[in-house]
């Protein structure tokens, strides 16, 4: 068990839905990374916020967006869903905000089937 | 393009076989190389690499980098079946992670 915890475990909705993921990093770390992670892209990294704010962009679609609140919780937000987007959504924290020398700790993942 | 490529693929063998898995990385800014193991759930962190020709080990699994020649290798010796996992490098430019597809590694009893 890495500490990081995700909500919910499955999630199965139509396309052109909307839905929200959630993660609580570890207790003592301040960033939160999202991954996606299909069978056919491997994991790709969408983005990292650090302490509140956004840190790091990477091959996030227009139609996700994400936030991380005060108490250092993230959420995930994936609105106009397609069939593509299923997948398995991890959340990973870390101590600090980058740097180069920091592991990550990765937290169960949600499986998103887009129906 | 920023890259990270895993070789091989996949692979099979025999427990007692001993298995290198290899990762190449092309990124700016590089700052670690980082293993993960992931079997049916999240990946675990194996180990981080940051220094040329240091190798890190962890009982049957050890691993180094060149940063010359910007690869890094797994060793796992003695493999047992709860080995069998998907195997992922993981080059760090200090705010983003860019994973290779993963190494499938299968010990079969």
């Known amino acids: 068990d890495s500490g990081v915890t995700q909500t919910p475990k499955h999630l199965i909705t139509a396309t052109g839905q909307r839905v929200t993921l959630r993660c609580s990093p570890r207790s003592g770390d301040l960033s939160v990374y999202w991954y996606q992670q299909s069978l056919d892209q491997g994991l790709q990294f969408l983005i990292q916020?650090?302490?509140?704010?956004?840190?790091a962009k990477g091959n996030i679609l227009e139609r996700f967006s994400a936030q991380q609140f005060p108490d250092l919780h993230s959420e995930l937000n994936l609105s106009s869903l397609e069939l593509g987007d299923s997948a398995l959504y991890f959340c990973a924290s870390s101590v600090g905000g980058g740097g180069g020398r920091e592991t990550q700790y990765f937290g169960p993942g949600t499986r998103l089937l887009v129906l | 393009e920023d890259k990270v490529v895993q070789s091989p693929l996949s692979l099979v063998v025999h427990e007692g076989d001993t298995v290198t898995l290899n990762c190449s990385y092309e990124?700016?800014?590089?700052?670690?190389l980082l293993w993960y193991k992931q079997e049916k759930k999240a990946p675990t962190f194996l180990f981080m690499l940051t220094s040329s020709g240091i190798e890190k080990k962890s009982g049957r699994l050890s691993s180094i980098l060149d940063k010359k020649e910007l690869f890094s290798i797994l060793n796992i010796t003695a493999t047992q079946t709860g080995d069998s996992a998907i195997y992922l490098c993981?080059?760090?430019?200090?705010?983003?992670?860019?994973f290779g597809t993963g190494t499938s590694l299968t010990v079969i009893p």
């Open positions: 916020y650090y302490n509140g704010e956004e840190r």
């Open positions: 993981a080059a760090n430019t200090g705010n983003q992670f860019y």
């Open positions: 990124v700016t800014n590089f700052r670690s």
